[in-house]
């Protein structure tokens, strides 16, 4: 479905805010929000039909980031899925009427954009996104480059290579559930154990897990096995040490993240998206949607709290935009 150029508004509605703060507190809907007229080179324009949030959103709009990221006001929104409504004069890889996907957000802490996905359009470099699989629908396209690229991002600093052992720190949010996935699928380790509440211990055995840890009844570093490499995306670094082999790693993705646990903050690339897109194609890794996606545009306060509570299962994703 292409767009004709020519009837890019001058405006769009987007959500934003204007200073740091709760969702219900600071994020405001304007209908009439400008739009950056100007795409430089390497960028494209989407027509954004469905983004899915993730925990930097809040945090950012809490003032996380302000070293890092002073400016306001702020369009939140890193995940896209949409067409491509325009692309600047070096773009190689895509056309106009291109349904695409990505990350905005080269570096996920620094540089980040003020115009961010939860708006009608959205700027992008090509670098960033990918072609949509076709067999995903844009919803479910929205909801995997941040979460996807993150989770894979671990497995290479870790240098993990197949017949290795993972034990996951919290599988069943946005980053974790791929981070089993690709542990199974693309990274085929000898043996994935992976924690979660109760109710999320089923959906752990249907992504690949061989032992699913109830973390209301056990605690993963009392259990006698040992594993080659710990992934926490929860934040419970110091306790991950207790269950890695002596010659094993620890990878966290949540901040401060005290060596020797490998730290890192994720860097958006869409030949990663690009690489895994077999994986989708074939069925092999599956988008995980939480209950209560799609959240229309008009519940964005509510999605982003909703994610706050950091009980979500697999993805929000908001839709239509
Ligand atoms: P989510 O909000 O999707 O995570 C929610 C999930 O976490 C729920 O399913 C919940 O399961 C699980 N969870 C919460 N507490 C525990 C616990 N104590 N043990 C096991 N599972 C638990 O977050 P994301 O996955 O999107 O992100 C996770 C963290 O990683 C965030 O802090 C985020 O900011 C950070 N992050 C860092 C990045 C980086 O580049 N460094 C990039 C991406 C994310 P249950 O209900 O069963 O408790």
């Known amino acids: 479905m292409a767009e004709d150029a020519s009837i890019i508004p001058t405006h769009t509605k987007a959500w934003y805010y204007s200073e740091h703060g709760s969702p219900g507190d600071v994020l405001k809907l304007d209908p009439n929000w400008p739009l950056p007229q100007q795409l430089n080179d390497d960028q494209v324009l989407i027509k954004v039909i469905a983004a899915s949030i993730n925990p930097v959103d809040y945090k950012r709009m809490h003032g996380e980031f ?39 957000n080269e570096q996920g802490l620094s540089n980040l954009k003020i115009h961010g996905t939860l708006s009608e359009y959205t700027i992008a470099e090509e670098r960033l996104l990918a072609h949509k699989p076709s067999n995903l629908s844009f919803i479910e396209a929205a909801s995997i480059p941040l979460a996807l690229e993150t989770a894979n991002e671990g497995f290479e600093h870790a240098h993990f290579s197949a017949g290795k052992s993972i034990l996951v720190l919290g599988g069943a949010g946005g980053v974790g559930n791929y981070v089993i996935q690709l542990a199974k699928q693309v990274y085929k380790a000898s043996k994935i154990a992976a924690t979660a509440s ?124």
């Open 66 to 104: 302000k070293d890092t990221d002073p400016h306001l006001p702020i369009v939140p929104g890193y995940d896209v899925a949409g067409i491509v409504v325009k692309v600047g004069g070096e773009v190689k890889k895509f056309k106009v009427g291109d349904e695409v996907y990505g990350d905005i």
């Open 198 to 321: 109760t109710g999320k211990l089923e959906l752990l055995r249907e992504l690949g897990v061989d032992l699913p840890i109830d973390y209301t009844k056990e605690n993963f570093e009392d259990l006698p096995e040992k594993y080659d490499l710990v992934y926490d995306v929860v934040g419970q670094g110091d306790r991950a040490f207790k269950a890695v082999k002596e010659d094993g790693k620890v990878v966290t993705i949540v901040p401060p993240g005290h060596p020797p646990a490998m730290f890192f903050v994720l860097t958006s690339k869409g030949s990663i998206l690009e690489n895994l897109r077999p994986y989708f194609e074939s069925g092999k890794l599956k988008p995980i949607l939480d209950a209560k996606t799609p959240v229309p545009f008009s519940q964005v306060i509510e999605a982003i709290s909703y994610l706050e509570t950091s009980r979500a299962t697999g993805k929000v994703v908001v839709y239509p935009i």
